[in-house]
């Protein structure tokens, strides 16, 4: 069946586009966030296991709402790892940080998916997708914030 939302069909792939790099952020920080919570270690344990546990539960909701507002847009999400690294910027970890890496890392993982939802934000006002920009605006605040957060915890 046709889509017809009245946002044009190049213009709702553009958005789409923009919606899958910051799907692919979001996913692939909230991994490395998980993965963060399950292996921090030092004085300020308890403080950054629930702090991290704060973070990707956020992230793991975030993705679904993501995803969908892809889909109402006549895309395809990107399902697969491979499909999530290909378009993602966040850097996947390979060793075994201690908290302050971790804590640093995360905090610029929370820039770079700030930074994606900026661009989709951009590509949403320039076509008139509201929805999109509803779905995104928060996104921008809340990984501004993480990253502020995880800043001051780094100091």
């Known amino acids: 069946m046709d889509i017809d939302i009245g946002i044009a069909a190049p213009d709702r792939t553009r958005a789409a586009d ?17 993965g963060y919570h399950w292996n921090v270690e030092g004085p300020h344990f308890q403080q950054l296991h629930a702090l991290f546990m704060e973070q990707y539960t956020e ?6 709402e993501l995803a969908e507002r892809i889909r109402a847009l006549g895309k395809y999400a990107p399902s ?6 290909a378009l993602s910027s966040i850097e996947e970890e390979k060793g075994e940080p201690n908290w302050q890496a971790m804590v640093t890392s995360l905090a610029r993982g929370h820039e770079e998916v700030a ?26 605040t809340l990984h501004e914030k993480a990253a502020w957060m995880l800043r001051a915890t780094a100091s």
């Open 18 to 34: 923009a919606l899958q790099k910051l799907l692919a952020d979001t996913y692939a920080l909230y991994l490395k966030t998980h």
């Open 80 to 85: 697969s790892y491979s499909q999530m690294a």
């Open 115 to 140: 930074k994606s939802a900026r661009l989709v934000l951009r590509v949403a006002e320039e076509i008139g997708d509201d929805a999109t920009a509803d779905v995104v605006t928060p996104r921008v």
């Open 59 to 64: 992230m793991w909701n975030a993705v679904d």
